[in-house]
């Protein structure tokens, strides 16, 4: 079935546009699904992800966030913070909807921002993080380091990421180094299953160790072998969904239970 229009309002009034994977299956549950930083909605992770989850009966809404794909705003106006708001309205906009998600799935940074969003949404019972980084300041790594200096300096730059050009702000980069993860996930109580490539050459797979060492039981951790940080392999993001869509069974409801 055809992923379905799902835009919703964002908490800046910025339009965000999603999509919904609706199962032809017995639906098992809902969950969201958080794209990597600057990835969209549409990148191959996100679209094969939650294919293979519909697949397997998980209902998925994908989502850009603001400032990205077709969602309202500007790049260069984001934040964390902001990302981790978005998510939280994107949970309450389907519970509103009658498709309360149970489930958030981060990739990369969006891993970090479900992390810090599923206190703030109490129909969640279990997140799922992948190739996450556990300094959330990781993802300055990915800025030319002269645009860096740019940004630091003049307060706003245009930057290279993912071969793209993106306008930047200060207040972006300085948001990224103030957040600590380490005292939300130890208060998450929620399962907490965490994937990694043990050669993930963007996000290093020590990330993965930090998170799954703060965070408490019931916590599991799953090495994705030779995949690749964005699951540009069809085969890895099936395995991928396969194992998420396992290890939810006791945390989804079935419908009408």
């Known amino acids: 079935m055809a992923a379905q229009i799902f835009d919703f309002e964002g908490p800046k009034?910025?339009?965000l546009s999603g999509r919904l994977s609706e199962p032809e299956t017995a639906l098992r549950g809902w969950a969201i699904f958080a794209h990597c930083?600057?990835?969209?909605?549409?990148?191959?992770?996100?679209t094969r992800l939650t294919k293979a989850l519909a697949e397997h009966g998980v209902g998925v809404l994908?989502?850009?966030?603001?400032?990205?794909?077709?969602?309202?705003?500007?790049?260069?106006?984001?934040?964390f913070a902001?990302?981790?708001?978005?998510?939280i309205a994107a949970g309450k906009a389907m519970t509103a909807a009658g498709k309360e998600p149970s489930l958030l799935?981060?990739?990369?940074?969006?891993?970090?921002?479900?992390?810090m969003a599923a206190g703030d949404l109490p129909s969640i019972r279990g997140v799922v993080t992948i190739g996450a980084p556990y300094d959330v300041a990781h993802v300055l790594?990915?800025?030319d380091p002269k645009g860096l200096e740019k940004v630091e300096a003049e307060g706003e730059a245009e930057v290279q990421l993912g071969g793209r050009p993106f306008v930047v702000r200060k207040s972006l980069v300085e948001g990224l180094r103030q957040h600590d993860l380490r005292s939300?996930?130890?208060e998450l109580h929620r399962p907490l299953l965490v994937m990694h490539a043990p050669g993930d050459d963007t996000v290093d797979v020590s990330s993965a160790a930090h998170i799954f060492?703060?965070?408490?039981?019931?916590?599991?951790f799953i090495s994705l072998d030779d995949a690749d940080h964005l699951l540009t392999r069809r085969a890895d993001a099936d395995y991928v969904a396969a194992l998420i869509t396992a290890w939810a069974t006791r945390y989804l409801p079935m419908e009408g239970n």
């Open 213 to 220: 060492a703060a965070a408490r039981h019931p916590k599991s």
């Open 141 to 143: 790594r990915l800025f």
């Open 62 to 79: 994908r989502f850009d966030f603001a400032g990205l794909g077709a969602s309202g705003g500007v790049f260069g106006d984001s934040s």
């Open 82 to 87: 902001a990302d981790v708001n978005d998510l």
């Open 37 to 46: 930083f600057t990835c969209g909605k549409d990148s191959l992770a996100a």
């Open 184 to 186: 939300r996930i130890a």
């Open 13 to 15: 009034g910025y339009r």
């Open 105 to 115: 799935i981060g990739h990369s940074l969006g891993g970090a921002a479900s992390l």
